[in-house]
C-alpha cells in the first residue's frame, strides 16, 4: 500500500515533494499523519533512506506512530 492511501490528505499532498527531497539528499526524518480503518488520524514520524535494492533504487521508510 503507497503513501497516497495510507496518509491524511494533509500530508498526502507533500509526497512529491518529499521524494524529490529524499532523491537529493539520500535520506529524511519528517513528521506525518496516517489515517487507519476507522479513519482516526494517527500522528506519526517518518525516517526514510534511499538504498540500493536487487540493484535498484528504492526508498526504505520506518514509521515510529505517537500516541
Known amino acids: 500500500m ?3 492511501k495510507i496518509d491524511s490528505p494533509k500530508y498526502a499532498k507533500m509526497v512529491p515533494e518529499r521524494i524529490k527531497n529524499l532523491q ?3 535520506k529524511l ?3 506525518s499523519e496516517h489515517i487507519n480503518k476507522k479513519g482516526e488520524k494517527i500522528p506519526a514520524e517518518i525516517s526514510s533512506k534511499v538504498m540500493n535494492y536487487n540493484g535498484k533504487k528504492a526508498i526504505l521508510s520506518v514509521v ?3 500516541k
Open 2 to 4: 503507497g503513501p497516497g
Open 24 to 26: 537529493k539528499k539520500g
Open 29 to 31: 526524518v519528517f513528521p
Open 64 to 66: 515510529h506512530y505517537h
